[in-house]
């Protein structure tokens, strides 16, 4: 679907299985579909240029605290965190919300129950728990969409965002 195109079918189709936690789905949709398919899940509002690169990130930092329990998430918690050294300070609206990040982060590097970090993400606002996720996926007005990808494949990315 993504090479045809159709990024908001792509999404449904993913959403369809990660809304239930499927790990794997979660996966997938944190580590290739969003950062190397460029595709971006639904939004509430239009997305400018300057909101678009926190939109996605806000998006994979979410889908890998609900991971969590994935082998293979929890070993890239305990040695990156949150990945805070790769994205820009300009991320964050204010100090405060820095600092909270920056908490979860740690957490992540040097717990090993890393249920308590999610919870910590939770309720500092980092994140919505996954229920209120899956309810603000699902009713987003604005359709997934993908992002142009350097090379010759240009066709498969749908108008409209």
């Known amino acids: 679907m993504l090479d045809r195109g159709d990024c908001a079918q792509a999404w449904k189709e993913l959403w369809h299985y990660a809304r239930?936690?499927?790990?794997?789905?979660?996966?997938?949709?944190?580590?290739?579909?969003?950062?190397?398919?460029a595709l971006v899940p639904p939004t509430y509002f239009p997305l400018p240029e300057n909101a678009l690169q926190s939109h996605l990130i806000n998006h994979v930092i979410a889908l890998k605290l609900y991971n969590w329990r994935?082998?293979?998430?929890?070993a890239r918690f305990d040695k990156y965190g949150l990945s805070l050294d790769s994205n820009p300070q300009e991320m964050f609206a204010n100090v405060e919300t820095q600092v909270d990040y920056q908490r979860v982060d740690s957490?992540?590097?040097?717990?090993?129950?890393?249920?308590?970090?999610?919870?910590?993400?939770?309720?500092?606002k980092i994140i919505p728990d996954f229920d209120s996720y899956v309810a603000m996926m699902d009713h987003a007005p604005r359709d997934a969409f993908c992002l142009p990808l350097p090379g010759?494949?240009?066709a498969h990315i749908s108008p409209n965002p």
């Open 20 to 37: 239930q936690g499927d790990q794997k789905t979660l996966s997938d949709i944190a580590f290739v579909v969003i950062p190397y398919r």
């Open 70 to 74: 994935d082998p293979e998430v929890n």
């Open 107 to 124: 957490c992540l590097k040097t717990r090993r129950d890393k249920e308590t970090c999610v919870r910590l993400a939770i309720k500092l």
């Open 152 to 154: 010759p494949k240009k």
